[in-house]
């Protein structure tokens, strides 16, 4: 079984679309006879989203980012996870990406990202250590506590939750193209496009709905993007 843990506070409109995308992967996944669930970890508006798309919710304050991951780990390791996915509430992602199955005790891990915002995209590759993500995490690498990232920890958590793993797993890498995990970047953000991109960036181009829509939804690119400027707008 795979759970997606996700964290979440205001920006409702990018969660919701977000989560209707989660779902379509959920769906992916169980028509393939793989049982998948998502667990959101929110005390407000995005609490009330999570629980109309039939997902599972953990009713909890906003408090440092780390303890929030740690909480929906444990709860995904006490409900039969077999693999953990953290992944954030402005992230698409491809379904492909997650079938077949990692091969046992391996975390599967990818080279490539993307970062959308209206009217540029740009494709990001990391190519070393366990690359970027989705970390599709094996249970039974998780510490004896079901809580790997430091508790007070509000950015670097996917760094702090590797750290924390009892076992350290091998890395099976999955790069299907690259627009196969997405994350939607509006102002103010705690990894900002333009941070990310000097770091890591390979290419930009401005078509951001035509090269998205190849692999999601039109309608649901659209909204991620309106959403993503209705915030930079009120910032």
């Known amino acids: 079984m795979i759970y997606f843990v996700t964290p979440a506070w205001q920006r ?3 969660t919701k ?9 959920i769906d992916f ?10 667990v959101v970890i929110a005390d407000d ?12 919710v953990i009713r909890k304050r906003n408090y440092a980012l780390g303890r929030r991951f740690n909480d929906g ?28 199955l990692p091969t046992d005790g391996r975390m599967r891990s990818s080279t490539l990202y993307a970062l959308a915002e209206p009217g540029r995209l740009g494709r990001l590759r990391k190519r070393t250590g366990t690359g970027i993500g989705p970390y599709m995490i ?8 079901l809580r790997p990232a430091s508790e007070v920890k509000r950015r670097g958590i996917d760094s702090s939750t590797l750290q924390g793993l ?9 790069d299907l193209h690259p627009w196969q995990y997405v994350g939607f970047r509006s ?47 009120a910032a």
């Not at 508006?45 to 599972?56: H, K, M, R, T, V």
């Not at 709860?75 to 077999?82: C, F, L, M, V, Y």
């Not at 009892?166 to 999955?174: D, I, Q, S, Y």
């Not at 102002?187 to 709905?209: F, T």
């Open 187 to 233: 102002y103010p953000q705690m990894n900002p496009y333009d941070k990310l991109y000097s770091r890591i960036g390979v290419s930009e181009e401005p078509e951001v709905v035509e090269r998205l829509s190849e692999y999601y939804p039109q309608g649901l690119v659209e909204r991620a993007l309106e959403a993503c400027a209705a915030v930079a707008v």
């Open 12 to 14: 409702f409109d990018l």
């Open 166 to 174: 009892r076992l350290r797993p091998r890395v099976e890498f999955t």
């Open 29 to 38: 996944l169980n028509a393939r006879g793989v049982q998948a669930q998502q």
């Open 45 to 56: 508006e995005n609490a009330d989203i999570a629980d109309s798309l039939g997902f599972e």
């Open 138 to 145: 094996p249970r039974v690498c998780l510490p004896r506590t």
């Open 17 to 25: 679309v977000v989560l209707e995308q989660r779902r379509a992967c």
């Open 73 to 100: 780990i444990a709860h995904a390791a006490r409900n039969g996870a077999e693999w953990i996915v953290p992944i954030g509430s402005d992230s698409f992602l491809d379904p492909a990406y997650l079938f077949p």
